[in-house]
T-cell receptor, first 115, second 112 residues
Framework: GAGVSQSPSNKVTEKGKDVELRCDPI?????LYWYRQRLGQGLEFLIY????????KSGLPSDRFSAERTGESVSTLTIQRTQQEDSAVYLC?????????????FGPGTRLTVT | SQQGEEDPQALSIQEGENATMNCSYK?????LQWYRQNSGRGLVHLIL?????REKHSGRLRVTLDTSKKSSSLLITASRAADTASYFC????????????FGKGTTLSVSS
């Protein structure tokens, strides 16, 4: 079946503009995660959705970042008033398991460049 | 600060040689996972080892876990050029962790 998909694959935007990134998880996966990866670095956790529970937003770096998820399907990550330090690859992952985390399935990512 | 730290940061070997990467972490974990990333994009899950396991195998991969030393190692045997990638360890904390905590990764280059 289809894996996790993300769109767009690349996004170049001007500083100060808002951007919206989209993630389509694997069908049936209740858990969805957003991560950010700066060049040459590991992944930073941003936000986690699990079913109908309140999302864990503890990793969001500022109030310019927000995310939504519709039921157990599509999620969008919105960055308002983008800054150059927001430039990174934004990765989405989904997982079957609730509770303690098991294997995560990653999308190809969206490479965001803020000029 | 990083929960997981991989060592070495970069490793270059010849095809057919074995590659060993290490990961150290700071707090108690529920499980530890290894992922591979090609060309800075999506990650692929390789193997998961639980805190009550000491060793696990999957094909040419062998993972060990030493909870007393808070460390894990990933061994790739008989490496191939296609193994060239970045490898990350990721840990799940004991206390109902809601996300994986990733290290900065080891970049492996396998030349033919």
């Amino acid at each position: 079946g289809a894996g996790v998909s993300q769109s767009p694959s690349n996004k170049v935007t001007e500083k100060g503009k808002d951007v919206e990134l989209r993630c389509d998880p694997i069908s049936g996966h209740t858990a969805l995660y957003w991560y950010r990866q700066r060049l040459g670095q590991g992944l930073e956790f941003l936000i986690y959705f699990q079913g109908n529970s309140a999302p864990d937003k503890s990793g969001l770096p500022s109030d310019r970042f927000s995310a939504e998820r519709t039921g157990e399907s599509v999620s969008t990550l919105t960055i308002q008033r983008t800054q150059q330090e927001d430039s990174a690859v934004y990765l989405c992952a989904s997982s079957l398991m609730s509770g303690v985390i098991g294997e995560q399935y990653f999308g190809p990512g969206t490479r965001l460049t803020v000029t | 600060s990083q929960q997981g730290e991989e060592d070495p940061q970069a490793l270059s070997i010849q095809e057919g040689e074995n590659a060993t990467m290490n990961c150290s972490y700071k707090t108690s974990i529920n499980n530890l996972q290894w992922y591979r990333q090609n060309s800075g994009r999506g990650l692929v899950h390789l193997i998961l080892i639980r805190s009550n396991e000491r060793e696990k195998h999957s094909g040419r991969l062998r993972v060990t876990l030493d909870t007393s030393k808070k460390s894990s190692s990933l061994l790739i045997t008989a490496s191939r050029a296609a193994d060239t990638a970045s490898y990350f360890c990721a840990t799940v904390l004991n206390q109902a962790g809601t996300a994986l905590i990733f290290g900065k990764g080891t970049t492996l280059s396998v030349s033919s």
